[in-house]
Every structure is written in structure tokens, then in C-alpha cells.
Nanobody
Framework: QVQLVESGGGLVQAGGSLRLSCAASGNIFRINTMGWYRQAPGEQRELVSIVTNLGNTNYADSVKGRFTISRDNAKNTVYLQMNSLKPDDTAVYYC???????????????WGQGALVTVSS
């Protein structure tokens, strides 16, 4: 089975930076997309950013110009560089991957355990 392990969360002051990492391991044939979602207290989970295996990226409007997603296909790892952090960025950040475990398997969705990012005023 596939597992996504996240790291890099923590506490930072407004204007600071953090980098999240998410490494996929297990039975992986191909990862189509990897991305990051976040869930703030009392709110629904929302898409932050996504990157395909070809390097195409999308960002939520709220993070454009501040966050950068990148992917190391050889390591099955995705990163989220977060700069100019704001208190509104405070949330649990979840890594996500859409992948095939074998060539003949359907695409499945896998989630990381979540990483708490807290941005103080």
C-alpha cells in the first residue's frame, strides 16, 4: 500500500517562511498529480496547489505569488515553499496524490497525515 509522509509544519510569525515536504512510498507505478490541501479551524478543506508529473501547476488565488509547489519525480516527493505567511494561512496542510499502484490499476487517491502550520500575528 502507498503511504504519504509529511514534514515541515510548525509555528512561524507573519511574514516568515516554511517549507512542507511530502514523500510517497510503497507500491507505486506512476503518480499523476501531487498537491496540497488545507483545513483551517471551523472551515472546509480547500485546495492550495497541485502539480502534475509534467510540471504543470495550479494555485489557489489566496496563495499565488507567495507559495511555490515543486515535485521531485525521482523521489516521489512534493514540496510546498510558503513565503510571506499570513495568519489566514494557519491550517492543517494535507498532502494528496493521485496514482496507480500498477500499470493496470485504476487511479486512486491517497492522503498524508496532515501537518499543522500556525502563523502568528
Amino acid at each position: 500500500q502507498v503511504q504519504l509522509v509529511e514534514s515541515g509544519g510548525g509555528l512561524v510569525q507573519a511574514g516568515g517562511s516554511l517549507r512542507l515536504s511530502c514523500a510517497a512510498s510503497g507500491n507505486i507505478f506512476r503518480i499523476n498529480t501531487m498537491g496540497w490541501y488545507r483545513q483551517a479551524p471551523g472551515e472546509q478543506r480547500e485546495l492550495v496547489s497541485i502539480v502534475t508529473n509534467l510540471g504543470n501547476t495550479n494555485y489557489a488565488d489566496s496563495v499565488k505569488g507567495r507559495f511555490t509547489i515543486s515535485r521531485d519525480n525521482a523521489k516521489n516527493t512534493v514540496y510546498l515553499q510558503m513565503n510571506s505567511l499570513k495568519p489566514d494561512d494557519t491550517a492543517v496542510y494535507y498532502c494528496n496524490a493521485n496514482l496507480r499502484t500498477t500499470r493496470f490499476s485504476p487511479v486512486v487517491e491517497v492522503w498524508g497525515q496532515g501537518a499543522l502550520v500556525t502563523v502568528s500575528s
